[in-house]
């Protein structure tokens, strides 16, 4: 660094020397982060460039609908799991511990709220969200209540249904 800053090499430094290799240091300092703001920069644009591509792939009609509203590939089916009551007449407080189980065509996709359990099994309060990709119509959701106490999964309600099947029953008990 010594020999750097000599640009005379009379084997002393003066001030204008070292104010020129302060100079040079701040100039490499300074291209160097132009050249990071580039990057970033460039970065910055291929994940743009990303996003539009996969929101474009999502976003191709599959073909098919439900009534009149088509599917498009990539559509995201969502369930808001939020609460349940259960009776301690029909069920032991101490032996029971509810999740919900949602799948999509059998086993192909298979997701499950936490288990819930004791003191608030009976009166669980999951809020929980559970997303599933949608290619068709007649694909089939199943929704299960199980009692997982001693993580035995026991099936306590089933509502198998087709998507283009889905409404808004409001006397529905699994709606």
């Known amino acids: ?13 003066n001030v204008d020397e070292f104010i020129d290799f302060q100079f040079r240091a701040f100039k490499n300092y300074e291209d160097n982060i132009e050249f ?10 291929k994940i743009k460039e990303v ?17 009149n509203d088509p599917i ?17 007449q029909f069920f032991d407080p101490d032996r029971f511990e509810p999740m919900i189980e949602i799948s999509i065509n059998g086993n192909e996709q298979i997701e499950h709220t936490r288990v819930i359990q004791k003191p608030k099994n009976m009166h669980p309060s999951w809020k929980e969200i559970l997303n599933f ?23 306590l309600a089933e509502k198998p249904f087709r998507i283009n099947e889905i409404d808004l029953d409001e006397d529905d008990t699994i709606r």
Request: overall charge negative.
């Open 1 to 13: 660094m010594y020999n750097d800053m000599d640009i005379n090499n009379d084997g002393a430094i």
């Open 36 to 45: 990071l703001s580039k990057d970033i920069k460039n970065m910055d644009d």
């Open 51 to 67: 996003r539009v591509k996969m929101t474009q792939l999502k976003e191709r009609d599959s073909g098919f609908k439900i009534g």
């Open 72 to 88: 498009m590939k990539g559509s995201t089916l969502t369930f808001d799991i939020l609460d349940g009551d259960f009776d301690d």
């Open 133 to 155: 990709d949608i290619n068709k119509p007649t694909d089939l959701v199943t929704i299960q209540i199980i009692n997982n106490y001693n993580q035995e999964r026991d099936m």
